[in-house]
């Protein structure tokens, strides 16, 4: 789902009670606690004191997103280059099935060259398998089977209604809102006449006369100070804010929420063919690349060429495979997405997507088997609903049944790392509050707010969600694979868990008041530490023989 970067509209909540804080520095995540006084995975440490000297070899790592800025200044010299394909040419030269995939594929796109922007969630294309069967049915007259998935129809039918309901209310209450903070913005501008820069300590005089209208502004001033510092940068700031709220949730309706949408006419697949391999485009871009484009350069944005941040990765080639929609993935795209990776060359494959329903679990699981078979290492967000995946589905996940003489047994694939975030922040705020977590079912913690890294068109921007965190632990990953290349994908797996710090703090639960310990939260119990990683690394013996990946 392309909404995995946490979009907090907080217009549409209102401003009363929001506070203006200190944003950590622009790549707190690759820094050190005690070198740098922040909390991050000592990246730059482990270069300087870990790996100066050393030689390495090249990684692939598989973006499957919603699409790469490929020529993008600090990752165009980063791009995987596929060595069999001849770029433009309209052949499939390596005979891969794919005609000039350069840089990856993009399974949601046509053959004519049209892409899927817009897509609904899973839950309204469960909602519309289901409602065919059931919509008018008896639930006295149904077998057993019948009587299960029609309590099951029951149950997402009420989940999508009321997730209709909430985004109609949402909306509704954005444009409630728009008319105070303009009206508190203009109140402001009239009492001001002009000319006079609206800091942080002005608004808390603001805040003092205790009329309505300019405690909002107030709350206004404090939240947009940095960026904005006059009433017009103000307003055209809100302007932008208000634009992507309406988006949002108009999307939601539109598309999201909508069981009747068809995104696949665009692709021109057969949607009931689970098995259908060769369908798409060569668009690694697509359409709207900007979690992407964030996830890549997080991975391995090029090192010390002076242009806006460094990625975790020094010697990594980035393979795009576009198959996030802004909506929920499909189960098929995403299963065609890893094989492809893994058929590619790629060692290291980051997800930043999930959701609540599957189509076709089993197709994934198929695939995720395949990547383990060829050792390699799968690496995906937990997801940003403050809840524990031990009790919530949020898919897809390393969970399977495999089948023991006449029973079933749930187990977990051994190349599989889910990823929670953090915030920059010690003590009880460390944990980013929207993260997922799960003794069970999340893996490990790593920073995911205010995370800077490359956007479309030569731009950066900060943005947070475990689909930053994610990245950051796939670029520890690519890291090891590439100074220590006889490692597998499990040992790199055991080798980011076992390393990682067991911060032995309180901390706030996601989504709750209640203060846990900070190793309750994931299977490890710990902090991503790259340092600690590569420092384990070099004393673990691989388990096989080196050869050249395909990059």
């Keep these: 789902m392309n909404k995995k970067l946490l979009y907090t509209f907080f217009l549409a909540l209102g401003y009363m009670g929001l506070q203006a804080q200190d944003g950590p520095p622009a790549n707190w995540f690759n820094l050190d606690k005690e070198k740098d006084g922040v909390y991050g995975v000592s990246t730059e440490r482990a270069y300087e004191e870990l790996l100066k000297g050393k030689s390495s070899v090249s990684v692939v790592v598989a973006v499957i997103d919603s699409g790469v800025d490929a020529e993008h200044e600090d990752l165009d010299d980063v791009m995987w280059v596929n060595p069999g ?129 300019f405690v909002v502004a107030s709350n206004i001033v404090k939240q947009l100070y940095g960026d904005a510092k006059t009433v017009d940068e103000m307003k055209d700031a ?119 329903y599957s189509w076709n679990e089993e197709v994934v699981e198929k695939a995720i088997k395949y990547a383990e078979k060829n050792d390699v290492l799968l690496v995906h967000a937990a997801g940003n609903s403050s809840q524990d995946n031990d009790v919530t589905d949020n898919f897809p996940n390393d969970m399977y049944r495999k089948k023991i003489l006449f029973w079933k047994k749930d187990k977990t694939f051994d190349n599989w790392l889910e990823v929670g975030a953090l915030n920059w922040k010690e003590g009880e705020n460390s944990v980013a509050p929207f993260s997922n977590y799960g003794k069970e079912n999340v893996d490990v913690f790593a920073p995911g707010m205010a995370i800077y890294s490359t956007t479309p068109d ?50 706030s639960k996601p989504g709750s008041d209640e203060v846990v310990d900070f190793s309750s939260l994931s299977t490890s119990g710990g902090h991503l530490n790259a340092y600690k990683a590569l420092e384990l690394a070099s004393k673990t013996k691989g388990k096989k023989k080196i050869k050249a990946n395909k990059a």
Excluded at 257 to 276: H, L, W
Excluded at 308 to 320: L, Q, R, Y
Excluded at 326 to 340: L, P, Q, T, W
Excluded at 481 to 493: D, F, G, H, I, N
């Design 85 to 213: 394909e001849i770029a433009g040419n309209g052949i499939d030269d390596d005979g891969n099935g794919y005609v000039d995939d350069v840089h990856g594929w993009n399974f949601i796109g046509g053959f004519d060259g049209k892409n899927v922007n817009d897509d609904n969630l899973e839950i309204a294309r469960v909602y519309k398998k289901y409602s065919y069967k059931y919509e008018n049915a008896d639930p006295d007259k149904l077998t057993k089977k019948g009587k299960k998935e029609y309590e099951f129809y029951q149950k997402v039918k009420k989940e999508l209604e009321e997730s209709r309901a909430k985004a109609e209310k949402s909306l509704e209450r954005i444009k409630g809102n728009e008319g105070m903070i303009y009206g508190a913005l203009d109140a402001l501008e009239a009492a001001l006449g002009g000319g006079i820069e609206l800091t942080p300590e002005f608004a808390d005089s603001l805040a003092t006369t205790g009329e309505q209208q």
């Design 238 to 356: 809100i302007s932008e804010q208000y634009k992507g709220a309406y988006e949002y949730y108009g999307n939601q309706l539109e598309y999201g929420y909508n069981p009747d949408f068809d995104s696949r006419v665009v692709i021109g697949d057969n949607y009931e063919d689970q098995t259908e391999k060769y369908y798409g485009n060569n668009d690694v871009e697509g359409p709207d690349a900007f979690h992407g484009t964030h996830v890549a350069g997080i991975i391995g944005a090029e090192r010390d060429n002076g242009l806006g941040m460094n990625g975790v990765a020094d010697n990594v080639k980035i393979m795009s495979v576009r198959t996030v929609p802004n909506g929920d993935e499909r189960d098929k795209d995403v299963a065609n997405a890893i094989r492809y990776a893994v058929d590619n060359g790629a060692s290291v494959v980051n997800m930043s997507f999930g959701k609540g």
């Design 458 to 507: 030569n731009n950066y921007q900060n943005a947070q969600g475990t689909s930053m965190a994610s990245p950051v632990v796939a670029g520890v990953a690519a890291l090891i694979r590439s100074y220590y290349p006889s490692l597998t994908a499990e040992q790199v797996k055991e080798i980011i868990e076992q390393s990682s710090d067991k911060r032995m703090t309180k901390v």
